[in-house]
């Protein structure tokens, strides 16, 4: 190609010569200079036309030689048809793979947000747990920040007509919101000054996607909307794909900042000044933390001077899903990275296979560079067909792993399109360098006229297959790190498995419904003791019971707590838990001693309250705590009458922590969302109830809203976390590495025993034992295991460290995890080795002889 | 070699350009013009060659390895390439002239027999 680059150069000067010594020539003709030149262009023809045949003639001869290489390919191809589906397929599992991670990546990590400059957003330290007190104290002057907004996410009921009351996620914020995230809406307008105030004319921001399904007309703006029993004026209509703080919210309504007002339950996020980085915060950090200190008090648990930190935006929004993915395409790289190795040494066994062919066409002129690039076309064929399967792969993959990973709201935005193939395609080109890597550098090494006479008189060619060594080093390596990391993650999960939850998580039913707009405090009760009575008749249900918040959830009440002649207790907040009766008992909480909630517990009996174990020995150590009285929690005493087994009523992983238990029927407040709980019946499988329940809660409280219907043993494994979701993918890629590594090691072990038949069946007709020669063999393929093992627990110790943040009771590197995966790949090695090493042994000696 | 059309004048067969141009160059390097020049001249302006076409000719003789190139300096102090023969479009150029050669003389037999002469 150099050469036709040197020719074409200098075209046009050459043109222009020529043009300019036939004008000359005829004024020395005698013609006038503008005759002359006219002349002289009409000589010449059409100048574009002469140019355009001259690099005709250099751009057919690229393209025949291609076409020629190609179709010598297809015709080589074909003629090895395992060969080539071989390498199709393994390509395409690694291609798609990939590309189906990056898909999710790209969608949910590499996307930019749906905010102007979120390099200049951060998120406060101490997140759902401002209040409006605080903010309105700082607002408006928080050092190194433009402008502050609050908000909350709250579910809302919507109701259309007599439809069944649902509920959608709302950001409830400040005014600032919009302004802070620099989005703005695409019908009507933002928050304004003044929308935040107590007793402001209610508004609602709608998102695009709820604007759609209530009919998406123009005229929505100042229209109504009623979410909770409020009707809102729509203001505004933010585009399609935003988001804030996630997917899942539906409408942005604005906080009544109401002063003075202490719920600790709202999240804070800024825009830094112009000249401020984000990442680099901390000392205006902490001088607001030094604001907030000279303001007020806090109490040990909740002190926000303590680490103050700003996190940006995407870190704080993002960041908890980054390592699962990452983990996942790690896996899918070290796949694809298997598979070319698996291929090139396909690839590298026809090299010498085909050395004889390889070595006449040198013979009879054919340079090595013609060689190398049928090699190249050939490889380009297989890469595209892998790649053209790969992203077919990809397209279905993608969805199912945005069901599979730990995405949360996000689950949604990773789709399917185009982009897959133009993922695959640059992948499998990629796939098909590295894979002819391996041959090309052996083609340039290797002495292609030796090759011909060496046939000729056979004999010892015991040498050699060094790369191919190589590769099922690597190959081996790679296999390792993946089962290492997967057995590392499953030894997290089952640790995880193994903590004791404190409740029987299997038969239990679990509907959360919001009850809103019912009344007074009487009304309340009533509603929710009807609902739980009706829900305690469901058919197959055997106890039904609420609770404000369920065990492994994490995030309920805490109140303080005092003790008499126990002082200072009134600023240590523990778990609280308002429950009906029966709720323990549904949820399998065993009892210790005393009795738990009961139907006597009502309003006017003496408060009760059932404490676990962990509350009983830390404050109770060495004393009977049964009829002792517990205050503390804003309302009359309360005496204890029970004790129950530690539940996981805040994190798994937390060590116990004092929790109380007490009577709904018996408290000042009713909360508006509850957890309703059905224990099934012996044999009867709890999600057959949940049909039955959402039924019977819209007959007997319509207004009532489900907002999700779930088991308990769904939230347990929800609380064991996302670890628990990606050990089944990496789990299933391991199967897949070790299936791809063994074909490998087969390849490659079983190659060279085929190269050294001869000389085997040599020393076996002499009398060498064929089991010596089997020995010899697998012993071979043993090295290459081992020291591939070696290899790979040294990259393990690298890739396991992505895993870190899911892993609970197991060291990134763990031993048993290393040994184990090293191990499991030593005895898929010998197995694949010993095949074509009984093969080799056994082999009638004269069948090898009289071969070629 | 001018585009005038005259009944006198008759137009290339397809590849003999390249053959003309072989044959021009066997006196030594030239450059574009003086190759069309050379031609013009030989055939005493009978042949009819769009001076265009000569280009695309010269590049693909230099892909097949008969012509070869030098930069240098034209007349009008122009960068412009002389092109040479190369020894296998030397054997090339012996080899087409005795086909052509023959084959000339065979549609000439065919044409004009020797009886009718």
Not at chain 1, 232 to 250: E, H, L, Q
Not at chain 1, 720 to 739: F, K
Not at chain 2, 51 to 80: C, K, M, W
Request: aromatic share 6%; charged share 20%.
């Amino acid at each position: 190609m150099k050469r036709a680059r040197r020719a074409l150069d200098g075209l046009d000067d050459d043109i222009r010569d020529h043009i300019e010594s036939e004008t000359q020539d005829n004024i020395d003709r005698g013609m006038a200079p503008e005759e002359a030149r006219r002349q002289a262009m009409l000589a010449f023809g059409n100048v574009a036309l002469a140019k355009e045949d001259a690099r005709a003639v250099w751009r057919w001869q690229w393209i025949e030689q291609l076409v020629q290489d190609g179709r010598y390919a297809v015709r080589s191809l074909r003629r090895r048809p395992a060969y080539a589906l071989l390498s199709i397929l393994t390509l395409a599992l690694g291609i798609g793979g990939t590309a189906a991670v990056y898909g999710v990546a790209r969608s949910v990590l590499l996307a930019p947000l749906p905010f102007a400059h979120e390099r200049e957003l951060g998120v406060f330290w101490k997140k759902t747990d401002w209040t409006h007190e605080e903010y309105l104290h700082i607002r408006g002057r928080v050092p190194g920040f433009r402008q502050v907004a609050l908000f909350r996410q709250r579910d809302v009921i919507v109701r259309e007509g007599d439809g069944p009351a649902r509920l959608v996620r709302v950001v409830s914020a400040s005014a600032e919101l919009f302004d802070v995230l620099g989005a703005g809406p695409v019908l009507g307008r933002g928050f304004i000054a003044g929308d935040d105030v107590p007793h402001a004319e209610p508004v609602a921001i709608l998102s695009f996607g709820l604007w759609q399904e209530l009919g998406g007309s123009p005229s929505v703006v100042g229209a109504r909307v009623t979410l909770d029993a409020v009707p809102r004026t729509v203001v505004g209509v933010m585009p399609r794909g935003f988001w804030f703080p996630d997917p899942a919210v539906r409408a942005w309504i604005p906080e009544p900042l109401t002063p003075g007002s202490r719920n600790w339950n709202s999240t804070l996020v800024g825009r830094v000044a112009p000249d401020r980085d984000v990442r680099a915060m901390e000392a205006e950090a902490a001088q607001l933390a030094a604001m907030l200190g000279a303001r007020f008090v806090y109490a040990a648990q909740w002190d926000k001077t303590r680490s103050p930190r700003i996190t940006p935006v995407r870190d704080d929004l993002l960041g908890p899903m980054r390592p699962a993915i990452l983990a996942t395409l790690a896996a899918m790289v070290l796949i694809l990275l298997i598979g070319c190795a698996n291929v090139a040494a396909l690839v590298l066994g026809q090299v010498e296979a085909r050395a004889t062919e390889f070595a006449v066409r040198a013979a009879l002129g054919a340079k090595r560079l013609r060689l190398a690039q049928q090699l190249f076309v050939e490889m380009l064929l297989v890469a595209t067909g892998a790649g053209a399967i790969g992203a077919a792969l990809a397209w279905a993959g993608i969805t199912v792993l945005s069901g599979a990973l730990p995405l949360g709201a996000w689950a949604e935005s990773a789709t399917p399109d185009w982009r897959v193939f133009a993922t695959a395609m640059p992948i499998a080109m990629a796939a098909a360098l590295l894979v002819l890597l391996v041959p090309t550098v052996s083609l340039w090494r290797g002495d292609l006229r030796g090759v011909l006479s060496r046939k000729r008189t056979g004999g010892i060619q015991g040498r050699g297959g060094r790369l191919e060594n190589v590769l099922v080093i690597a190959q081996v390596a790679l296999a390792v790190m993946m089962a290492a990391g997967a057995t590392v993650l499953a030894r997290s999960v089952a640790n995880l498995y193994g903590v004791e939850p404190g409740v029987r998580t299997q038969g239990v039913a679990v509907v959360d419904v919001v009850l809103r707009g019912v009344g007074n405090r009487a009304q309340q009760e009533q509603a929710w003791t009807d609902l739980v009575r009706a829900l305690g008749e469901v058919p197959g249900a055997q106890s039904a019971a609420a609770a404000q918040q369920l065990p492994l959830r994490g995030g309920g009440y805490r109140m303080g707590l005092r003790i008499a002649d126990q002082p200072g207790l009134q600023e240590l907040a523990t778990e609280y838990r308002i429950v009906t009766p029966g709720y323990l008992e549904s949820l399998g909480v065993e009892l210790r001693q005393g009795r738990t909630i009961g139907d006597g517990d009502r309003q006017g009996a003496e408060r009760a309250v059932v404490i676990n174990a962990a509350l009983a020995r830390k404050y109770f150590a060495g004393v009977d705590p049964i009829g002792k009285l517990l205050g503390g929690d804003g309302a009359a005493p309360s005496r204890i009458v029970g004790i129950v087994a530690d539940a996981a009523e805040t994190r798994l992983t937390d060590a116990p922590e004092p929790v109380r238990y007490v009577a709904l029927a018996q408290m000042p407040w009713i909360d508006e969302a509850q957890s309703l709980v059905l224990r099934a019946q012996p044999g009867i499988d709890e999600t057959t109830l949940l049909e039955p329940a959402r039924r019977t809660i819209a007959r007997v409280a319509p207004t009532a809203a489900v907002q999700q219907t779930t088991i308990l043993h769904r939230v347990h494994e929800i609380a064991i976390g996302p670890a628990r979701q990606i050990v089944v993918l990496l789990s299933l890629m391991t199967a897949l590495s070790l299936v791809l590594g063994a074909t490998g090691v087969y390849g490659v072990v079983a190659h060279y025993a085929v190269r050294r038949r001869r000389d085997w069946a040599i020393r076996v007709a002499l009398g060498l034992p064929g089991t010596r020669v089997v020995s010899r063999v697998v012993r071979h393929g043993a090295v290459l295991v081992a020291t591939g093992v070696v290899a790979g627990w040294a990259g393990a110790a690298l890739l396991t460290r992505l895993l870190s943040s899911f892993l609970y009771g197991v060291s990134a590197v763990d031993s048993v995890a290393f040994a184990a995966a090293g191990a499991a790949l030593l005895a898929v090695g010998a197995v694949a080795a010993f095949v074509p090493a009984w093969r080799a042994g056994m082999a009638d000696p004269l069948l090898a002889l009289r071969e070629e | 070699m001018s585009t005038r059309r005259s009944p006198e004048r008759v137009e290339l067969l397809q590849g003999t350009l390249d053959l003309l141009v072989l044959r021009t160059l066997r006196f030594g390097p030239a450059h574009g013009h003086a190759i069309a020049k050379a031609i013009e001249r030989g055939s005493d302006d009978v042949l009819l060659v769009e001076q265009g076409s000569l280009y695309p000719a010269l590049h693909r003789l230099i892909e097949r390895g008969f012509v070869t190139f030098d930069d240098g300096t034209s007349e009008n102090n122009r960068r412009a390439k002389f092109y040479r023969l190369t020894p296998k479009g030397r054997r090339q150029l012996d080899v087409e002239t005795s086909k052509w050669e023959a084959l000339a003389r065979a549609v000439g037999r065919i044409l004009r027999p020797a009886g009718q002469q």
